[in-house]
């Protein structure tokens, strides 16, 4: 299998495209699951030539039109994502780059699952009773892995391991050995690109209404496969968020923005996107005439050119309010050399007079000699010059000293004067 190489969905979106130029998938532009007649028909044809090229050596034995892959009915403008009768030579495949290769790889092994056998296990399931409460327990025995065989690199979910159970019969009496565990519950985790973007497509799961939910379930959410990359790069090319360490961290302009706009509950409210795609569905069964629905979004944006001026004020007033409250959070000194504040720039602190001209190049990492300095310790030096005496320094020979730490001229410097010598 190809190695597998993290990759934003732009930068995924974009390998899918190159290799649809290249004539080796169908339209990418998609996000319909099924193929018609007409494409099962070709795939079967080729499909010992798809073996061939990552010698796959399953036997694919299940050519019938299987409605869970195959449903002209579910298929709109173009159907699922799929290799084309193109078929590549390895040298061609040695030419592309590495998420090319992955994604290319990724796409036919999954078409080809559609012909191999069906993931089967046994299952049991046996209830037991203790002291009147009533216990479950499982066991799982994996008969043929079946198409998992063909996309064995693909990272599954965490789950409970597969236990078997041992010979039982209807009332038979067992020993029980009882422990009380004590757990701490633990917050979401953080957004990925990828985790974000399949969240934007599962939007409107946890609305109560049902015709709203159903409809957003339709669309599919926030955007389309098309789109999805392309909002997230905008939001970080905005700066309203960024990625550290591959995750999805909002920026103080990002929260300001949120603050702002979660003042306006229309916009924001997943009834409004699902009222405009029913719109919008209507307008294609013809229920529903173009020029109605854009008078209904004329007078909305009347509304709301009306509300401008009083929501611009309000707006600013909190902006203005949170900018404040962020000024002082992101401050922890003065420079020493420019007299313009430092603040917290993530990793390091470093002068806000950077972008000015001249511009100042002050600035200093939070990690000293292997020591990660406390906010206390940062503002002690930059408003005396310097720190008490500090433990827990390193070398490089990796001997572990302490020192005080003295601005000059804008460095960092060690002094051991104070250091009580042994």
Same mark, same amino acid.
Request: charged share 30%; glycine share 6%.
């Given at each position: 299998m190809s190695k597998t190489y993290q990759s934003s969905p732009k930068q995924t979106l974009q390998a899918v495209q190159a290799l649809y130029e290249k004539k080796w998938l169908t339209y990418p532009r998609t996000d319909t699951p099924y193929i018609t007649e007409n494409e099962m028909a070709y795939l079967k044809e080729y499909k010992s030539q798809y073996q061939k090229i990552y010698d796959i050596k399953e036997a694919l034995k299940h050519t019938e039109s299987r409605s869970r892959y195959v449903n002209s009915k579910k298929v709109q403008e173009h159907h699922a994502i799929i290799p084309t009768r193109k078929i590549? %030579? /390895?040298?061609?495949?040695?030419?592309?780059?590495?998420? =090319? !290769?992955?994604?290319?790889?990724?796409?036919l092994r999954t078409t080809l699952a559609m012909f191999a056998n069906p993931y089967q296990y046994e299952e %049991?399931?046996?209830?037991? !009773?203790?002291? !009147?409460? =009533?216990?479950?327990?499982?066991?799982?025995?994996?008969?043929?892995?079946?198409?998992?065989r063909l996309l064995s690199e693909v990272k599954e979910e965490k789950r409970e391991p597969d236990h078997t159970l041992p010979p039982l019969e209807e009332d038979s009496k067992l020993q029980a050995d009882l422990k009380q565990i004590q757990k701490e519950t633990t917050p979401p985790k953080p957004y990925t690109e990828g985790t974000l973007v399949q969240a934007m497509k599962n939007a409107g799961k946890k609305i109560e209404d049902e015709k709203t939910k159903e409809i957003l379930k339709e669309v599919e959410g926030i955007g389309t496969e098309a789109t999805r990359a392309d909002i997230l790069e905008r939001l970080k090319k905005q700066a309203y968020m960024e990625i550290v360490k591959n995750q999805i961290v909002i920026t103080n302009k990002g929260k300001q923005l949120g603050q702002v706009l979660e003042e306006d509950k229309l916009l924001n409210s997943p009834e409004m996107t699902a009222a405009w795609e029913k719109d919008l569905k209507s307008i294609s069964t013809g229920s529903l005439n173009q020029e109605t629905f854009i008078k209904r979004i004329k007078h909305l944006i009347k509304q709301y050119l009306k509300q401008v001026p009083e929501r611009m004020n309000q707006s600013r007033e909190a902006l203005e309010k949170l900018q404040q409250q962020n000024e002082q959070v992101s401050t922890i000194g003065t420079c020493p050399l420019c007299g313009k504040a430092v603040k917290d720039k993530g990793k390091f602190y470093g002068c806000e007079?950077?972008? =000015?001209?001249? /511009?100042? %190049?002050? /600035?200093? /990492?939070?990690? +000293?000699?292997?020591?990660?300095?406390? =906010?206390?310790? +940062?503002?002690?030096?930059?408003?005396?010059?310097?720190?008490?005496v500090l433990k827990g320094f390193k070398s490089k020979a990796g001997k572990s000293f302490e020192a005080q730490l003295k601005l000059i001229g804008g460095k960092i410097n060690f002094d051991f004067s104070g250091v009580n010598k042994k």
């Open positions: 590549p %030579t /390895s040298q061609e495949l040695k030419s592309l780059s590495n998420l =090319e !290769q992955q994604v290319y790889e990724r796409v %049991t399931k046996v209830d037991l !009773q203790c002291q !009147q409460l =009533e216990f479950v327990a499982k066991g799982k025995v994996e008969i043929d892995k079946g198409w998992r007079g950077y972008r =000015e001209d001249p /511009s100042c %190049t002050f /600035s200093m /990492s939070k990690v +000293i000699a292997g020591k990660k300095l406390s =906010e206390t310790q +940062i503002k002690s030096l930059l408003s005396k010059g310097t720190t008490p």
